[in-house]
């Protein structure tokens, strides 16, 4: 996982999109976003793989625009949740406290 980190950081220093418009990449992000939920509409395996995966890579690359890594960020996200409580209803976990 880190090579593919690391490649793909490589990639976007090579594009010189790590110096790139952060808004402009959460909207790349909210496009690729969007072709994951049509490829699960669809029920579109391959397609479905590709959305996430260059959902991912839109994320690695605003995260060097802020300075950060997607292992930091990923860590501090499952700091947050790794103690949390609450309840799966139908198949959506709910916060202790939304309940």
Not at 45 to 73: F, P, R, S
Request: charged fraction near 30%; charge should be negative; aromatic fraction near 6%.
């Amino acid at each position: 996982m880190n090579k593919l980190i690391n490649q793909v950081e490589q990639w976007a220093k090579d594009k010189d999109l790590h110096n790139g418009n952060p808004d402009r990449q959460a909207l790349k992000f909210y496009e690729e976003a969007g072709e994951v939920a049509a490829a699960m509409s669809r029920g579109d395996i391959t397609a479905l793989k590709d959305g996430i995966g260059d959902t991912v890579v839109t994320l690695i690359i605003l995260a060097m625009q802020h300075g950060m890594t997607l292992e930091e960020c990923l860590q501090y996200a499952y700091d947050e949740i790794k103690g949390r409580k609450g309840k799966t209803i139908n198949g959506t976990f709910i916060k202790e406290e939304d309940l």
